[in-house]
């Protein structure tokens, strides 16, 4: 099975509509990524987390890292059609401080804004 | 310098031919990785190298050769590659123990 599930696969909002987007680990987290990714570009760093119950807000966009669930969800309010893309959330699991292990990641979110 | 230097953007080779992809980083980051991605697919890793040495190979086919002459430059040597193989290679380098990843734009390979 999956050692990162994302959720959902895809999603269409309606542009200024409010949506979540879920990552939740199989196994214990040291450090969750979450990126954006336009296709065929590179990966754009959206925030790191590594804390339970840290939570980091960007702009319209906000992250939490709930320790207990393993689970790391990512807030976007009031969406705007510069939102969307495929967002994907990456997952290390080296504890000794940090990791040179490399990141897994989920399968991506496929976000599309409606106007 | 805060980037990770990915070039070339783009490449097209042949079954045959022998290429080179580069990545370069000037963070004094000591651990460096190659990714592979798939169209619509998550990046999967491929090489970790920490303190220029090969820490990590996740059973990549030996058609894929990755170097690390210093600790600024990562290279993956392609060597008879199959049309499969197409793909982005994304580079991201790290502290050795802290999080910390920096991706580069990658480079979009096409085997033909």
């Known amino acids: 099975s999956q050692e990162l599930e994302q959720s959902p696969q895809s999603l269409i909002v309606q542009e200024g509509k409010n949506l979540t987007i879920n990552c939740t680990s199989s196994k214990t987290l040291y450090g969750l990524y979450w990126y954006k990714q336009k296709y065929g570009e590179g990966l754009i760093f959206l925030m790191m987390l590594q804390k339970g119950g840290e939570e980091k807000s960007h702009e319209k966009i906000t992250a939490k890292l709930d320790e207990k669930k393993q689970q790391s969800s990512l807030h976007i309010t009031a969406s705007q059609p510069s939102h969307a893309g495929i967002y994907l959330c990456g997952a290390g699991y080296f504890y000794s401080g940090g990791g040179a292990d490399g990141l897994t990641f989920g399968k991506g979110t496929h976000l599309i804004i409606q106007p | 310098d805060t980037e990770v230097t990915q070039t070339p953007k783009h490449l097209v080779m042949g079954m045959t031919n022998k290429k080179s992809l580069k990545c370069e980083q000037h963070m004094g980051h000591r651990a460096m990785y190659w990714y592979k991605q798939k169209a619509k697919k998550p990046p999967e890793l491929m090489f970790v190298y920490s303190y220029e040495k090969l820490s990590i190979n996740e059973s990549v086919p030996s058609r894929f050769s990755p170097e690390c002459p210093n600790s600024s430059l990562l290279n993956l040597h392609l060597h008879a590659l199959q049309p499969e193989d197409s793909a982005l290679y994304l580079c991201?380098?790290?502290?050795?123990?802290?999080?910390?990843?920096?991706f580069g734009s990658g480079t979009r390979l096409t085997v033909v």
């Open positions: 991201a380098s790290s502290p050795a123990n802290v999080y910390g990843y920096t």
